[in-house]
């Protein structure tokens, strides 16, 4: 047993001291020393927690080195799993509460913006900073043409892409020579712009009063009245008809990421994300395949934007703040670049974790911001890698032996 | 003409402040390309450790007699306590994930944003903490433009630093040990140089800067807030991609300009759009330029 841990364990205690202290001990010309005492206790405790796992539980192994897959026993079949998943994302709405069906639908629409995302990041390897700028638009859109023009949701909702695009290629056009973090400072500048835009342009914006007064999606549908065939509206205020309508364009944005995965289009992409010279050199047209990336990325975040703004019914810049970007860059990296099934895992985890945290409060936002860097540390691939991506690892990792 | 010489005076301080802090930004980017999202939360925890330690000094009526020991004082300490932090989070947040990809580098980085600067509300409260202001106020008059004397200390201090600085990396065999490992961190490994070590002492190097504009950015404003880091971050983080990131004069000039062109954008044209006129000329710049104006060709290294 060395006492290198228990070295360890006093210098961090002693720098979470240094730390801590002037933060939390001097309160004008007073030493306060109990709210230190608190959190150096809470320290302490987690340190002879890790401690103890060191020093007697790191011998045992509690679960078998290697993981044979053929040794568990009974698994059932593929179609049963896939069946019950289904079964259960449509009967949701009905079995959760509203405060359920909420958080249900912020997943979902966090799930759009995530394979959005994706396509740019995880896809074509272009770092963006400032993709909620690209929800804004959506969001904005819908709300100034319904409340404006009284547009129909389902009009507004191809106008909102079309303009969404249009940004996005308008973003993407001078960042197209940039490479790497240039990239990313830049996108990061548009969308703040937009943000301040947003904010500034009382007009027609109403700055950070936000729009009030948007209208629900709209449906008609045929009702027998007097013989006759009459056409009758109704408003999708209901929690549970925006959760079928988010979970539709849900599905849409993946089916359409599924196939653009392996498709020519996709292919081009991460040839450009692995080897912007040599793509080019093999033919594919990298300043436009990077300019379709942005504007697709930009499509789907104008879906889910049209959406937002038709769920809360209302929209002000203060929703589509840069932390907002970073948490959209989160479930990316979180759930492992590139694959679908990670994007899902990783959009329920980034707003599911903060509500399960609600207890903590105010602690709320620190413990979330914690438990970002612990997931990253810990699992620096994403919990989900995509499969390509994971043999590239494993190749990698093959090659690095050789010297 | 007072005005616009009144802008340029105005623009300086301002700029020396962004310069500082991207200096930070551009040494870290520098050596282990690593966008640290961080350092205004450090530049955060300057500007609050000079506020406790200067209000603690006044509480105890030492300040009024010994006002030049306290700003010191504050100085200091403020550098001492922001080193520790950079140590404790390139240990914690970066060393571990040295191999991995740079997104999760990156998200690292932004999660322990997120933690500090909600740390530092949870501690200090959600108000802005007002500075002492014991010589913030005075000030002279050069033919109609008014220079306070903050002003004055905040560029001469910008300044010293700075060619501390530069005397720290060209002269020393510390500042030579991290210009060849920004170079090539295997080949620098290789011939002998620590390479966690190096890196360490850019974090400390670039904190230590950072705690300086902190202090500086509560005196010349007479407050701090726990979230009056992320946009000066963002513009420091600017001002170093527009100078060319890696590079120290760059930062130093990027700053001068973002500041330049913020303090002019909010008197001549519109105050409350100050912040997209910085955006505008960075995004500008970098078209024409996209290695920054005093950057070199960057390799392919992509997310």
């Given at each position: 047993?060395?006492s290198?841990?228990?070295?360890k364990f006093a210098?961090?205690?002693?720098w979470?001291?240094?730390?801590l202290f002037?933060m939390?001990?001097?309160?004008?010309d007073?030493f306060?020393?109990?709210?230190?005492?608190k959190?150096?206790?809470?320290i302490?405790a987690?340190?002879?927690l890790?401690?103890?796992?060191?020093?007697f539980?790191?011998g045992?192994s509690?679960?078998?080195?290697?993981?044979?897959?053929?040794?568990t026993?009974?698994?059932?079949?593929?179609?049963?799993?896939?069946?019950?998943?289904?079964?259960?994302v449509?009967?949701?709405?009905?079995?959760?509460d509203?405060?359920?069906?909420?958080?249900?639908?912020?997943?979902?629409?966090y799930?759009?913006?995530?394979?959005?995302?994706?396509?740019?990041?995880?896809?074509?390897?272009?770092?963006?900073?400032?993709?909620?700028?690209?929800?804004?638009?959506?969001?904005?859109?819908?709300?100034?043409?319904?409340?404006?023009?009284?547009?129909?949701f389902?009009?507004a909702?191809?106008?909102?892409?079309?303009?969404?695009a249009?940004?996005?290629?308008?973003?993407?056009?001078p960042t197209l020579k940039?490479?790497?973090?240039?990239l990313?400072?830049v996108?990061?500048?548009?969308?703040?712009?937009?943000?301040?835009?947003?904010?500034?342009w009382d007009?027609v914006?109403?700055?950070?009063?936000?729009?009030?007064?948007?209208k629900?999606?709209?449906?008609?549908y045929?009702?027998?009245?007097?013989?006759?065939?009459?056409?009758?509206?109704?408003?999708?205020?209901?929690?549970i008809?925006?959760?079928?309508l988010?979970?539709?364009?849900?599905?849409?944005?993946m089916?359409?990421?599924?196939?653009?995965?392996?498709?020519?289009i996709?292919?081009?992409?991460?040839?450009?994300?692995?080897?912007?010279?040599?793509?080019?050199?093999t033919?594919?047209?990298?300043?436009?395949?990077?300019?379709?990336?942005?504007?697709?990325?930009a499509i789907?975040?104008?879906?889910?934007?049209?959406?937002?703004?038709a769920?809360?019914?209302?929209v002000?810049?203060?929703?589509?703040?840069?932390?907002?970007?970073?948490?959209?860059l989160?479930?990316?990296?979180?759930?492992g670049?590139?694959?679908?099934?990670?994007?899902?895992?990783g959009?329920?985890?980034?707003i599911?974790?903060?509500?399960?945290?609600?207890?903590?409060?105010?602690?709320r936002?620190?413990?979330?911001?914690?438990?970002m860097?612990?997931?990253?540390?810990?699992?620096?691939e994403?919990?989900l890698?995509?499969?390509?991506?994971?043999q590239?690892?494993?190749?990698?990792?093959?090659?690095?032996?050789?010297? | 003409?007072?005005?616009?010489?009144q802008?340029i005076?105005?623009?300086?301080t301002?700029?020396?402040?962004?310069a500082?802090?991207?200096?930070?930004?551009?040494?870290?980017y520098g050596?282990?390309?690593?966008?640290n999202?961080?350092?205004?939360?450090?530049?955060?925890?300057?500007?609050y450790?000079?506020?406790?330690?200067?209000?603690f000094?006044q509480?105890?009526?030492?300040?009024?007699t010994?006002?030049f020991?306290?700003?010191f004082?504050?100085?200091?300490?403020?550098?001492?306590?922001?080193?520790?932090?950079?140590?404790?989070?390139?240990?914690?947040?970066?060393?571990?994930l040295?191999?991995?990809?740079?997104?999760?580098?990156?998200?690292?980085a932004?999660?322990m944003?997120?933690?500090?600067?909600?740390g530092?509300?949870?501690?200090?409260?959600?108000?802005?903490?007002?500075?002492?202001?014991?010589?913030?106020?005075?000030g002279?008059?050069?033919?109609g433009?008014?220079?306070t004397?903050?002003?004055v200390f905040?560029?001469?201090?910008?300044?010293?630093l700075?060619?501390?600085?530069?005397?720290f990396?060209n002269?020393?065999?510390?500042?030579?040990?991290?210009?060849?490992?920004?170079q090539?961190?295997?080949?620098?490994?290789?011939?002998?140089?620590?390479?966690n070590?190096?890196?360490?002492?850019?974090?400390?190097?670039?904190a230590?800067?950072?705690?300086?504009?902190?202090v500086?950015?509560?005196?010349?404003?007479?407050?701090?807030?726990?979230d009056?880091g992320?946009?000066?971050?963002?513009k420091?983080?600017s001002?170093?991609?527009?100078?060319g990131?890696?590079?120290?004069t760059?930062?130093?000039?990027?700053?001068m300009?973002?500041?330049?062109v913020?303090?002019?954008?909010?008197?001549?044209?519109?105050?409350?759009y100050?912040?997209?006129?910085?955006f505008i000329?960075?995004?500008?710049?970098?078209?024409?330029r996209p290695t920054?104006?005093m950057?070199?060709q960057?390799?392919?290294?992509?997310?």
């Open positions: 047993m060395s290198r841990p228990l070295l210098i961090v205690l002693i979470a001291f240094i730390l002037p939390l001990g001097i309160e004008e007073r306060v020393w109990d709210r230190v005492l959190v150096m206790a809470v302490t987690a340190g002879m890790v401690l103890v796992y060191h020093y539980l790191k045992l509690l679960r078998p080195k290697v993981f044979d897959e053929a040794s026993k009974f698994r059932p079949p593929r179609r049963l799993l896939i069946g019950l998943g289904v079964a259960g449509l009967a949701l709405p009905w079995i959760a509203n405060y359920g069906r909420d958080i249900a639908i912020n997943v979902l629409i799930i759009a913006l995530g394979l959005g995302l994706n396509i740019v990041v995880g896809l074509a390897g272009l770092l963006d900073l400032g993709y909620i700028a690209f929800y804004a638009v959506g969001a904005y859109t819908y709300a100034l043409l319904n409340t404006n023009f009284g547009v129909p389902w009009l909702l191809p106008v909102g892409c079309v303009i969404s249009g940004v996005g290629a308008f973003i993407g056009y940039m490479r790497g973090d240039y990313a400072i996108t990061l500048g548009f969308g703040e712009i937009i943000r301040i835009v947003l904010n500034n007009k914006t109403k700055g950070p009063n936000g729009i009030l007064g948007i629900a999606p709209g449906l008609f045929p009702v027998v009245e007097n013989g006759s065939i009459e056409f009758a509206h109704l408003y999708l205020k209901n929690l008809w925006m959760y079928y988010i979970l539709a364009i849900a599905v849409l944005i089916l359409a990421v599924y196939r653009l995965n392996t498709s020519r996709g292919r081009a992409w991460m040839a450009v994300r692995e080897d912007e010279t040599a793509a080019e050199l033919g594919i047209h990298t300043t436009r395949m990077k300019l379709y990336a942005y504007m697709l990325g789907f975040a104008g879906f889910a934007g049209a959406f937002f703004a769920k809360v019914r209302y002000n810049p203060s929703s589509f703040i840069f932390l907002e970007s970073a948490l959209v989160c479930i990316v990296v979180l759930g670049m590139g694959s679908i099934p990670g994007i899902i895992i959009a329920a985890a980034i599911v974790l903060p509500e399960m945290f609600r207890g903590l409060a105010l602690y936002m620190a413990a979330f911001g914690g438990a860097t612990a997931m990253m540390v810990f699992r620096p994403g919990l890698p995509a499969k390509r991506k994971a590239e690892v494993e190749m990698e990792r093959e090659t690095a032996t050789i010297p | 003409m007072e005005v616009f010489f802008q005076i105005n623009g300086l301002l700029g020396s402040i962004y500082l802090i991207a200096l930070g930004y551009t040494m870290v050596i282990i390309q690593l966008i999202f961080a350092h205004g939360e450090i530049f955060t925890a300057g500007g450790i000079g506020v406790i330690v200067l209000s000094m509480a105890r009526g030492v300040l009024d010994h006002p020991l306290g700003l004082l504050a100085f200091v300490l403020a550098m001492i306590y922001c080193a520790f932090l950079a140590v404790a989070l390139e240990t914690v947040a970066y060393r571990p040295r191999r991995a990809s740079r997104l999760s580098l990156l998200l690292s932004l999660g944003s997120i933690f500090l600067s909600n530092m509300m949870l501690s200090q409260g959600v108000y802005d903490k007002a500075y002492p202001h014991f010589f913030t106020s005075g002279f008059k050069v033919g433009v008014i220079v004397n903050m002003q905040i560029i001469i201090g910008s300044v010293l700075m060619v501390g600085l530069n005397l990396v002269r020393t065999r510390l500042g030579k040990a991290m210009r060849s490992t920004a090539d961190r295997v080949m620098s490994a290789i011939l002998g140089i620590n390479a070590k190096t890196i360490v002492t850019t974090f400390v190097i670039g230590v800067l950072a705690a300086a504009a902190g500086m950015v509560g005196l010349y404003y007479g407050s701090v807030r726990f009056m992320f946009i000066p971050g963002i420091a983080f001002a170093a991609v527009l100078g990131i890696g590079n120290l760059g930062a130093m000039l990027g700053g300009i973002i500041g330049m913020e303090i002019f954008a909010a008197g001549y044209l519109a105050s409350e100050k912040d997209v006129f910085a000329i960075l995004i500008l710049v970098l078209y024409f920054g104006i950057g070199e960057v390799d392919d290294t992509r997310v």
